[in-house]
């Protein structure tokens, strides 16, 4: 079993930058596919970005270009750049661990606005 802690969220204006973190407690974190979704008002938790154990990322269409997943598996540690945030990029973000089961963070609430 896993625990995951993100931070890094905030108020952020359009075309501005945040990083979230996701600490992971546990052994074998090597092992897991890890991912962050995010969820906004009324709509469904939808897939930003993931990386494979191996390091291969994937990114939904619409942060392509802007959004970098990255994984520290020294310090059991999963990252989101987020950059040219917009307003849709507003949501609560969520960090995912998979490995058979499904774990997921508290969430970490990014606000895009002026």
């Known amino acids: 079993q896993v625990q995951l802690v993100e931070s890094g969220g905030g108020l952020v204006q359009p075309g501005g930058s945040l990083r979230l973190s996701c600490a992971a407690s546990g052994t074998m974190f090597r092992i897991y596919a890890m991912g962050w979704y995010r969820q906004a008002p009324g709509k469904q938790r939808e897939l930003v970005a993931a990386?494979?154990?191996?390091?291969?990322?994937n990114y939904a269409d619409s942060v392509k270009g802007r959004f970098i997943i990255t994984k520290d598996n020294a310090k059991n540690m999963v990252y989101l750049q987020m950059n040219s945030l917009k307003p849709k990029d507003t949501a609560d973000y969520y960090c995912?661990?998979?490995?058979?089961?499904?774990?997921w963070g508290q969430g970490t609430l990014v606000t895009v606005s002026t």
């Open positions: 990386i494979s154990p191996g390091g291969s990322r």
């Open positions: 995912n661990a998979t490995y058979g089961a499904g774990y």
